[in-house]
């Protein structure tokens, strides 16, 4: 592999494989802020390895948080109750939406000190308006350093007071989340009411269940009623101090779509019990397109024995996987269509263009709205590929990356010989470095 492009070998058909995933990026990051307000140490086990989890470590430990290593995929976090020791910090959140909002929540909570945060290009135009705005309500100062509401800014916080909260997460479910967490330690009960739907529910779900988690010891107490969250005040003191977290299950979706394109079986092991993340439900869909998927003691397994078929579906809960099913559409035997992913054109890139931009240099007909695309497959994709390689563009977005990686991976030819070039490889650096690794186990089947 090259830092520059992979040309992506496709894998023999009928092939039977077992693939072991890295933890979720999504659990990792909330249960490093849920341990720095934990009263007490806390190991957590199978903690991702990635740049976005990464970059919260490093911002955490120059805020004062003691963090030791005990392995690769498990650490120690020494709780502080949520109060930061360093008082003044310059933080770069890279282009991690999870750091970017947990982090400025947990900022806010202090009752004093002056922090500079600054971002990726990319995260600077990432929509942060919705917390901003609930945060200066309730006592945060900011100022920006350029575009009003967005990075590089600077954080003077001074507590946060009791009043009822007003948050607009309709661009992204973390703004709430990022409330939702450090709520328990703002004085008396905490209101929130969403002025708008937020999107990703399932993700809002994960944060609740996840501070219930960790507060076993203590009083927990979260209503939800029709976008109203009430939450008493009480402390994180995680019983055992042990938290094991899932395998990511949006990275699963990659190789539980694999048998789309081998016309083989994919034994995902470990995420058979995945209860907090919404992105399990992937496995869903595929099996209405016609992918077999079974539960065993070990895993999922995905199989694939006839000819797989599009339809219509909304990814509005899922919105991290649908780059994974739009990006296998060349190869459906029938059309496809994917709805609700209005807000991934906020995310990493804008998602919903990119994917399209991409397709249209492989299938017929692509259809763009603001909030769905439709995909036409052609019948006879081989004959109007030809022997050129297709170049794909990531935008520094690794899931562009990793879906159009499960494409390649497809024979077109019937003879292993590459069809698909992935330009920027490295960016699944992002949240599964050693994807490529991982995918070439499959291929040569020594998982």
Known sequence: MTLDSLDIIPFQNNTKLNVEIPGSKSISNRSL?????????????????SDDVNIMIVALKKLGVKIEKENNNSIFVY????????????????????????????LALQYDGEYLLDGSVAMRERP????????????????????????PLKIIPNGLNTEN???????SSQILSAILIISPYIPGETRIQLMKDTVSKP???????????????SEFRVVEDNNIFQIGHF????????????????????????????????????????????????????????????????????????????????????????LTLAALSPILKTPLKISGIAHTRNQETDRVSGMVSQL?????????????????????????????LISIETYEDHRFAMSFSVLGSFDLFGNQSPWIKILDPMCCAKTFPKFFEVLSLCRTNTV
């Not at 909260?165 to 661009?171: F, G, K, P, T, V």
């Open 203 to 217: 993700f809002v779900k994960m944060t609740i269940e996840m501070m219930s988690q960790f507060s076993e010891n």
């Open 165 to 171: 909260w007003e948050i607009d997460a309709s661009l």
């Open 360 to 388: 249209r240099k492989i299938v017929s007909y692509v259809k763009e709205a603001e909030d769905f695309i439709y995909i036409e497959p052609y019948e006879n994709l081989n004959k109007f590929i030809g022997s050129n």
């Open 235 to 322: 402390k994180y003191k995680l019983k055992g101090g042990l938290y094991a977290i899932e395998p990511d299950a949006t990275a699963a979706s990659y190789f539980l779509s694999l048998p789309i394109a081998i016309n083989g079986s994919v034994h995902v092991k470990n995420i058979q019990n995945c209860q907090l993340q919404g992105d399990i439900d992937y496995a869903k869909v595929i099996s209405s397109c016609g992918v077999t998927i079974k539960k065993d003691q070990f895993g999922l397994i995905a199989s694939v024995n006839s000819k797989i078929k599009g339809g219509d579906f909304n990814f509005n809960d899922i919105s991290d996987t649908f």
């Open 79 to 106: 709780g502080t109750g949520g109060k930061l020791s360093v008082k003044k910090a310059i933080l770069n959140v890279g282009n991690a939406g999870t750091v970017a909002r947990f982090l400025t929540a947990l």
């Open 128 to 151: 942060m308006k919705g917390l901003i705005d609930a945060l200066k309500i309730h006592g945060t100062k900011f100022s920006f350093i350029d575009k009003k509401n967005h990075f």
């Open 33 to 49: 802020i849920l341990s720095v307000l934990n009263y007490g140490k806390v190991n957590l086990k199978g903690i991702l390895e």
